[in-house]
């Protein structure tokens, strides 16, 4: 069964850090290209940031270049979003996804709240 497992959200305030874990399961990660999106209250999910899978490329959206690092470890079947110098805005649930050859699974997402 395929399954993707987020931690690592909670309460941080202005200027502080989280990193974020996905853990995946019943498929072989390494083959896949990895995403982080988020969406928070009353908008649309976007993309954050992703890896692919073989190359390890990484792009991000632009609100979080500079602060945000997206990577992964095939041996631990895991990926990960550091984030830094969080931001009010940056506040949302955040849902890891793995993609290709016909599979698209997500998440059930991890609330990152950022509030002084």
């Known amino acids: 069964q395929v399954q993707l497992v987020e931690s690592g959200g909670g309460l941080v305030q202005p200027g502080g850090s989280l990193r974020l874990s996905c853990a995946a399961s019943?498929?072989?990660?390494?083959?896949?290209?990895m995403r982080w999106y988020r969406q928070a209250p009353g908008k649309e999910r976007e993309l954050v940031a992703s890896?692919?899978?073989?190359?390890?490329?990484?792009t991000y959206v632009d609100s979080v270049k500079g602060r945000f690092t997206i990577s992964r470890d095939n041996a631990k079947n895991s990926g990960y979003l550091q984030m830094n110098s969080l931001k009010l805005e940056d506040t949302a649930v955040y849902y890891c996804?793995?993609?290709?050859?016909?599979?698209?699974?997500w998440g059930k997402g991890t609330l990152v709240t950022v509030s002084s």
């Open positions: 019943g498929f072989t990660f390494s083959l896949y290209g």
């Open positions: 996804n793995a993609r290709g050859y016909g599979m698209d699974s």
């Open positions: 890896i692919a899978s073989r190359t390890g490329v990484t």
